[in-house]
């Protein structure tokens, strides 16, 4: 575009709400208006606890009256789809996720030139319910879109299992990682100090929902296999909000039990998280697939990455984007807890490998930003 391209984006999920597609839409919008976009993005209140209007740097943040979306909330959305679109022109709507789907998919041509959405993963097995895919299918919501960005190749091929007969308009756009987890300014002793490890500990750290599909229970049996001589030295960190309480009750219990140290963070700022990748060895986050909800991706592994991190990971989603096995890090298939227990060892005995990946994963890490990944959305 010769001009100056105004996008709008519209996102279900926001901060002070925490979660992906939040930060995806964060993310994306500030790196596009970084490369010179007129952005505006509209993102829930939840309720009078976000601002009203505000920026973050160049993006303008519009906040909508809302809180966690559900169904009957789809008109509210429609009416201010609309509104906005009908009042102020857009080069771009973009719909970050589901909820505007349909919002946006039906706007006329002349409020909405270029058509975009994003597809994460989970969402689109929740399109294929018999259904839902009926009338998916019979009002075309999806072919009237002019992209559908998918976040990797597991997700790219999810929906062409599910809608084959609309290839021509799907691509990839990887996502990216915020400059901030980079960690050329951390010192690692001091990092160690100022979250109380010491300087001969072996650290793990898993980031994430404690939920079953996360798969503590599997790196839990894994870590639990090692040599007596690693786990006196092993530290096991996890971080991330409870999930399922049944889940948790169990997963604390065996806790209780392990045959290594561990730590339990349940919610962290960004800084001290940042601290505590410096702080590791190395990053494990041993997913497993679900009926319905799938690891489109795994950002949580580039920002490790930027760290410095090399990860362990299972074969599942598309895991697989965001680490290359044997370049960034390991992957073994879902529930191999014996491969598991032997790629842990690997790398926490074998230093020369474990630093090789640690280079690789930091520069893999550089090349995935924000910035490339608004380049691909938007083909600025």
């Not at 919501?141 to 990797?152: A, E, K, T, V």
């Not at 630093?355 to 520069?363: K, M, N």
Request: hydrophobic share 40%; charged share 25%; glycine share 8%.
């Amino acid at each position: 575009m010769a001009r100056t391209p105004r996008i709008l984006i519209l996102s279900s999920e926001y901060s002070p709400v925490r979660g992906g597609i939040g930060t995806y839409a964060r993310e994306l919008g500030v790196a596009a208006a970084n490369l010179g976009a007129e952005v505006v993005l509209y993102a829930p209140d939840y309720h009078g606890r976000a601002a009203a209007d505000e920026f973050d740097g160049a993006l303008r943040v519009i906040r909508y009256k809302s809180g966690k979306h559900y169904f009957g909330h789809l008109p509210d959305k429609f009416h201010l789809t609309r509104a906005t679109t009908f009042k102020t022109p857009f080069d771009i709507i973009h719909a970050v996720d589901w909820p505007f789907y349909i919002p946006v998919s039906t706007l006329p041509r002349q409020q909405a030139p270029i058509r975009l959405a994003t597809l994460h993963g989970t969402e689109i097995n929740l399109m294929a319910r018999p259904k839902r895919k009926f009338l998916l299918d019979t009002f075309g919501i999806m072919p009237r879109f002019d992209g559908l960005l998918c976040n990797s190749r597991f997700t790219q091929d999810l929906y062409r299992r599910h809608f084959g007969n609309r290839l021509d308009h799907s691509r990839i756009a990887l996502l990216g990682v915020s400059h901030f987890w980079h960690d050329a300014d951390l010192d690692k002793t001091a990092a160690r100090a100022c979250m109380n490890f010491q300087s001969g500990d072996l650290i793990i750290i898993t980031v994430g929902r404690l939920t079953r599909r996360k798969g503590h229970l599997t790196a839990l049996r894994a870590l639990s296999r090692l040599d007596e001589s690693l786990r006196k030295k092993l530290v096991w960190v996890i971080v991330g909000p409870d999930g399922e309480n049944d889940y948790i009750s169990e997963l604390n219990a065996k806790l209780e039990n392990a045959p290594f140290r561990t730590r339990k963070f349940a919610d962290l700022h960004e800084e001290d998280l940042r601290k505590l990748y410096k702080c590791a060895d190395l990053f494990c986050l041993t997913g497993s697939p679900d009926k319905e909800k799938v690891e489109g991706f795994g950002l949580v592994f580039l920002e490790a990455g930027a760290a410095g991190l090399p990860s362990l990971a299972t074969r599942t989603g598309g895991v697989e984007d965001a680490v290359i096995h044997g370049k960034t890090g390991l992957i073994v298939e879902v529930d191999a807890v014996d491969d598991l227990t032997s790629a842990t060892e690997r790398l926490l005995l074998d230093h020369e490998l474990r630093g090789r990946l640690s280079t690789a994963a930091r520069d893999y890490a550089k090349d995935l930003t924000w910035e490339r990944c608004a380049r691909e959305t938007y083909l600025l």
